[in-house]
């Protein structure tokens, strides 16, 4: 469902040229979970963004159900990551000054097809789900590490993505509160059939993935 052709990053840093990604060709099969591994700096953040359309390559493609999303303008873009895609980041990106269930909320209020009432309900639904329904009207700063990932779970959630993209989403949890972050995804990946590609240095997250990848030098190992 979501392909890269020859896909490549270069950063200019004054003079030279750091060539980050060099010609990734990858195919993301619909319902698995694709595990990328990699040491830090391997790339794999800027792949990511590259893949959910956060960002552009400096040359390759980008293809999602036949279509080149490198192709689209900004607002095009935006409303793809909206409708299709949810991001999970290691350190959450919750909205400060908005409370969990208004932070669920968010991205169902800018896709704008449903009703106020109809958003909170699923919202409700969602937090509920990932075990927050004690916490709704928290504010990110009154909640702890697994909570707020949780939030930021139930947010990529409510506008049901096709794909689920995760930047070391335990990367900042202990073990134990990883370990149930890492069962909820998963559990996501058999209840809805969701995609999920999972970034991540730590092998052990993604041990069980449907497939893991390599990521090295710029280039993928299988
Ligand atoms: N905007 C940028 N400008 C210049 N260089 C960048 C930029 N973003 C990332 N880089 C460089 O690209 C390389 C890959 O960065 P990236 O964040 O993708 O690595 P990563 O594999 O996600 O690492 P980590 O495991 O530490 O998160 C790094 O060497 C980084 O310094
Ligand atoms: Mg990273």
């Known amino acids: 469902m979501l392909e890269t052709i020859d896909l490549s990053k270069e950063y ?6 750091l060539k980050v990604l060099r ?4 195919t993301v099969n619909k319902g698995e979970v694709l595990g990328i591994v990699g040491p830090s700096g391997a790339g ?9 359309g956060l960002d552009d390559p400096t040359r390759g493609r980008v293809v ?3 279509k080149d999303i490198s192709k689209l303008n900004n ?6 990551r909206n409708r299709h895609f949810g991001f999970v ?3 959450y990106h919750l909205l400060a000054e908005f409370t969990a269930i208004e932070n669920v909320m968010l991205p169902a209020i800018l896709k704008n097809t449903e009703s106020r009432d109809k958003i909170k309900e699923k919202a409700f639904d969602l937090l509920k789900k990932c075990g927050l329904s004690e916490r709704l009207h928290h504010r990110p700063s009154e909640l702890s590490g697994g909570e707020q990932q949780r939030v930021a779970i139930s947010r990529a959630l409510i506008n049901m993505p096709k794909i689920l993209f995760c930047d070391e989403p335990t990367g900042n949890l202990d073990t134990e509160t990883g370990l149930h972050i890492k069962d ?4 996501l ?34």
């Open 189 to 222: 990946n058999k209840e809805y059939n969701m995609t999920l590609i999972v970034v991540t240095h730590a092998n052990e997250l993604v041990k069980d993935a449907t497939r893991i990848m390599y990521l090295q030098d710029g280039v993928m190992l299988n």
């Open 64 to 66: 999602l159900e036949g």
């Open 12 to 17: 200019k840093i004054g003079v030279n040229i």
């Open 184 to 187: 909820l995804l998963w559990q």
């Open 89 to 91: 980041f290691q350190f």
């Open 23 to 26: 010609g990734i060709n990858l």
């Open 75 to 80: 607002r095009q873009k935006a409303q793809l």
């Open 44 to 52: 794999k953040s800027t792949l990511l963004h590259l893949l959910g």
